[in-house]
């Protein structure tokens, strides 16, 4: 050795020189805390910087196990390594590794499965997924119903990571979805009016024409509820159905007068003598109320059918035709002697004031106008300007 030293004398020098500035570099490096590491080019780009490349390998491993997909060992790329120096501060963990590396892959997701009684029927990242499964579920709603519905089969959505390649389409992820069975119930609730019935007391205490509501009639109104249960869309049961009665009807009570207006053999003989025929040919009226009847009626009510003709009593002189709110299209005849005779509630007029008629004429026709409640006649007799009761004068 001794003489390998005498002889390479500057070989040995040499060396020496190296050994202990390789010395004094790794001496400096631990002073200042440097260390050796390695970077990581993964898919052309620079990552991380770990310790060795033991760091990535388990970085690789949490990745695979992260990924839900049937082979994904091939999905990562083989990285490549170059040693650096670098403090240890700046050293990569596995943990954080492996979420870069996930950053930076491509092919790895971040997606939706959407698994039925534990299988998976389909892989998106459609981001509206739920909103597809939720329109399926309410596809059958009925409108206007109180409506629940759930799937026949358990459901789950399974977020993670997945392999590009394994997603699927949009079509069909909705095919998968339209083959779920949803099962519908609905229920509708409907109201129905019962008309409430009307009883009539008809009574001699009051003359015809006279009527009065003794209770105010009310409709009842009954409540259906009917559950209609269906498999996509499809009945599986008969209806349900029930009923409930939300108020019961209320029946309306009127008191009507039948009672008829009785003429003295005195009255007669005095209506006689003044020469009347009746206003109305006879077969085509009815008489609906006579004079007083409890309302302070002041002629009599002749109910007939629109255009009905209708008579002038006895000869005399027209000294109004026309139209007021009260008797509608009216007509008045002075007979003289201080009688008058006026025809109400007409639909059209014959005659116009001025007109002298003679008895029998047709001088208006029966109608509705002004405060009356249906087609009829009023007539009546008004003797030096006092109405007075007109039966006796027509014979009733």
């Known amino acids: 050795m001794l003489n390998f030293i005498k002889t390479n004398n500057l070989v ?3 060396i020496s020189f190296c050994l202990v500035a390789v010395l004094s570099v790794v001496v400096t490096v631990m002073s200042i ?5 390695f970077n990581v080019n993964y898919s052309g780009k620079m990552i991380a910087t770990v310790r060795d490349t033991t760091v990535f390998e ?11 997909a049937k ?3 091939d999905a990562i790329n083989s990285p490549k390594f170059v040693m650096t120096l670098t403090v240890a501060e700046n050293l990569c963990e596995p943990t954080t590794l492996a979420n870069v590396i996930i950053e930076n892959t491509d092919e790895i997701v971040l997606a939706s499965a959407l698994m039925v009684n534990g299988e998976t029927v389909a892989t998106t990242e459609t981001a509206n997924l739920t909103d597809l499964i939720e329109a399926r579920r309410t596809a059958y709603f009925v409108e206007g119903a109180e409506n629940t519905a759930s799937f026949t089969e358990s459901l789950e959505i399974k977020d993670g990571y997945y392999l ?7 079509e069909e992820t909705k095919t998968a979805i339209n ?15 019962v008309p409430h019935t009307v009883k009539k007391l008809k009574t001699q205490s009051y003359k015809v024409g006279y009527s009065k509501i003794y209770q105010a009639g009310k409709d009842g109104i009954v409540k259906t509820t009917t559950s209609n249960e269906t498999v996509n869309g499809v009945a599986v049961s008969e209806p349900k159905i029930s009923t409930a009665v939300v108020s019961e009807a209320v029946q309306e009570i009127q008191i009507i007068g039948i009672a008829n207006e009785r003429v003295t053999a005195t009255e007669k003989a005095n209506a006689t003598s003044k020469g009347f025929i009746f206003p ?14 409890g309302r302070n009626h002041k002629g009599v009510d002749l109910c007939a059918s629109k255009g009905t003709a209708i008579f002038a009593v006895a000869k005399g002189t027209v000294t109004y035709a026309g139209y007021d709110s009260d008797f509608g299209y009216n007509v008045i005849v002075d007979h003289g002697n201080g009688i008058k005779t006026r025809y109400a509630h007409a639909s059209a007029l014959c005659v116009s004031r001025g007109a002298t008629v003679a008895q029998g004429d047709m001088i208006a026709a029966v109608g509705n106008t002004g405060w009356s409640t249906g087609n009829h006649l009023h007539f009546e007799v008004i003797v030096n300007g006092v109405r007075v009761n007109p039966a ?3 014979g009733l």
């Open 280 to 293: 109305l040919r006879a077969g085509t009226y009815k008489i609906s109320s006579y004079y007083g009847d």
């Open 12 to 14: 040995v020098r040499t």
């Open 164 to 170: 590009k390649s394994e997603l699927s389409s949009l």
């Open 392 to 394: 006796p004068y027509i």
């Open 58 to 68: 388990k970085a690789r491993e949490i990745v695979l196990n992260e990924i839900h």
């Open 179 to 193: 083959n779920l069975e949803v099962k519908t119930v609905s229920v509708t609730v409907s109201e129905k009016t």
């Open 71 to 73: 082979d994904s060992k």
């Open 33 to 37: 805390g440097l260390t050796i590491g």
